[in-house]
């Protein structure tokens, strides 16, 4: 069993609509999260990191987090075109190593 | 600028030869990983230094070697042994390996082996 889950996509909205990108992971001991956004060809950008359950909201960014059911997800509302791109989870492990996910690709349709 | 660098951008080797990817950094970080990243996959742990003349094994450490003589430089070099080099090799760093430490990525490296 993977330890960090994620719908591979795409997932495809219109421009101004709310994604919403979803993942899962299986340490219940885990206690740091974090969304990395991936331009093709690029390398990954750290956009968001939660670390308490609820939500952290930063721009059009918002991050859910629920300990209890071991989820994690990324809103983005007023999706842009330029906000298509792959977005990877990242949980944290042992001694400061992170565990991404596989990434969701993202397309938004003008 | 702070930051992290990685050169070359692009790499092209024979197959049976040894390569040597630089990653360097000035953020001051403690922590630095190296990652590789295939077509359509996330992105699997090869090494990784907390400290320096200090690292350790990731998950896919067969036929890579890397060294920490200084804090800012990480080296990763490819060898022979690895039977598959072609990748995106990416390194990152952190300020150090606490739980709530953020990872940043450099640009990468895209190698060729043919």
């Known amino acids: 069993q993977k330890e960090v889950e994620q719908n591979s996509g795409p997932l495809s909205v219109p421009e101004g609509a709310i994604a919403s990108l979803n993942c899962t992971y299986s340490d219940r001991v885990s206690q740091s999260f974090f969304w990395y956004r991936q331009y093709s060809g690029k390398s990954p950008e750290l956009i968001m990191s939660i670390y308490s359950n609820g939500d952290k909201e930063d721009g059009r960014f918002t991050a859910q987090l629920n300990k209890a059911s071991q989820y994690v997800s990324l809103l983005i509302r007023d999706s842009q075109p330029s906000d298509s791109a792959t977005y990877l989870c990242?949980?944290?492990?042992?001694?400061?190593?992170?565990?991404f996910g596989q990434g969701t690709e993202l397309s938004v349709k003008p | 600028d702070g930051g992290i660098t990685q050169s070359p951008k692009y790499l092209f080797r024979k197959e049976g030869q040894n390569v040597t990817l630089s990653c360097e950094q000035n953020?001051?970080?403690?922590?630095m990983y190296w990652y590789r990243q295939d077509p359509g996959q996330g992105l699997r742990l090869i090494y990784y230094s907390q400290i320096v003349n200090d690292f350790q094994k990731g998950d896919i450490a067969e036929g890579y070697s890397v060294s920490r003589e200084k804090k800012e430089s990480f080296p990763l070099t490819v060898t022979s042994a690895q039977k598959n080099p072609t990748a995106f090799y990416l390194c990152?760093?952190?300020?150090?390996?606490?739980?709530?430490?953020?990872?940043?990525f450099g640009p990468g490296t895209r190698l060729t082996v043919t």
């Open positions: 953020l001051n970080h403690d922590a």
């Open positions: 990152a760093s952190s300020p150090g390996t606490g739980l709530s430490y953020e990872q940043y």
């Open positions: 990242a949980v944290n492990g042992q001694g400061g190593k992170l565990i």
